[in-house]
C-alpha cells in the first residue's frame, strides 16, 4: 500500500489542523492505520492509532483530548483532528500502516511521506 499524508501547515497555538492520508489500492481496510510524529532532533514517536474497523483507537498522553483519528474505509483515508494546538506539537506527521494496533513505529509496514506542522506561540 501506498500512502500520501497532506494538510500540514503553519497555524498558531490554540488553532487546530486536519491531516489526511490517503492509501492506494483495494485493502486498505484490511490495515491498522497509525499517525506518528517525529521533532527535529528527537526520534519519532507514537500519536495516534485506529483499528481495521475504526472501532478501537489509542493516544498518547501528550495529545489525548485533542487530537482525534478517524478512518473512511471507503475513501480510503485516514485522519487526524488536531484541536487546540500547542508549541510542541512541532513536527513532521507521519501515518502509517501495519496489522496489529500498536505504539511502536516497528510495527507498520508502511509510511507515508510525512506532513509538516509548525505551531507558533
Known amino acids: 500500500v501506498q500512502l500520501q499524508a497532506s494538510g500540514g501547515g503553519l497555524v498558531q497555538a490554540g488553532g487546530s489542523l486536519r491531516l489526511s492520508c490517503a492509501a492506494s489500492g483495494r485493502t486498505f481496510s484490511s490495515y491498522v492505520m497509525g499517525w506518528f510524529r517525529q521533532a527535529p532532533g528527537k526520534e519519532r514517536e507514537f500519536v495516534a492509532v485506529i483499528s481495521r474497523s475504526g472501532g478501537v483507537t489509542n493516544y498518547a498522553d501528550s495529545v489525548k483530548g485533542r487530537f482525534t483519528i478517524s478512518r473512511d474505509n471507503a475513501k480510503n483515508t485516514v485522519y487526524l483532528q488536531m484541536n487546540s494546538l500547542k508549541p510542541e506539537d512541532t513536527a513532521v506527521y507521519y501515518c502509517?500502516?501495519?496489522?496489529?494496533?500498536?505504539?511502536?513505529?516497528?510495527?507498520?509496514?508502511?509510511w507515508g511521506q510525512g506532513t509538516l506542522v509548525t505551531v507558533s506561540s
Open positions: 502509517a500502516a501495519g496489522s496489529v494496533v500498536r505504539t511502536s513505529p516497528n510495527a507498520y509496514n508502511y
